[in-house]
């Protein structure tokens, strides 16, 4: 059981990017699932998530109108596409899984979130 991130890589600022995570073992149904990063020096933050029926997703104020989140069923793979980029998203993203969802909602709390990808870095630069 385990989440697979990709996507992450060189952008430069204004650009746009896919990570990709796909869940491996289990399947996105139920579950709620989400992205946080961590730049270097700062604390661990999150940016969206997928609620456990998928019918509804959060991102977080900072990253509105350039970050959505969505997921594939078939594919068992969750997206965060970034679009606007800016030298403060650089970060190493992380996808996470929260497979024991208390609400229908998803929650942006890493506390909420049991397993978790190795993590991709995005690093936006001229």
């Known amino acids: 059981v385990q989440l697979v991130e990709s996507g992450g890589g060189l952008v430069q600022p204004g650009g746009s990017l896919t990570l990709s995570c796909e869940a491996v073992?289990?399947?996105?149904?139920?579950?709620?699932m989400g992205w946080f990063r961590q730049a270097p020096g700062r604390e661990r933050e999150g940016v969206a998530c997928v609620s456990p029926t998928g019918r509804s997703t959060y991102v977080a104020n900072a990253m509105k109108g350039r970050f959505a989140v969505s997921r594939d069923v078939a594919k068992n793979t969750v997206y965060l596409q970034m679009s606007n980029l800016k030298p403060e998203d650089t970060a190493t993203y992380y996808c996470a899984a929260d497979r024991n969802p208390r609400f229908r909602i998803c929650l942006l709390n890493e506390y909420e979130f049991d397993l978790w990808g190795q993590g991709t870095l995005v690093t936006v630069s001229s």
């Open positions: 073992g289990f399947t996105l149904d139920d579950n709620a």
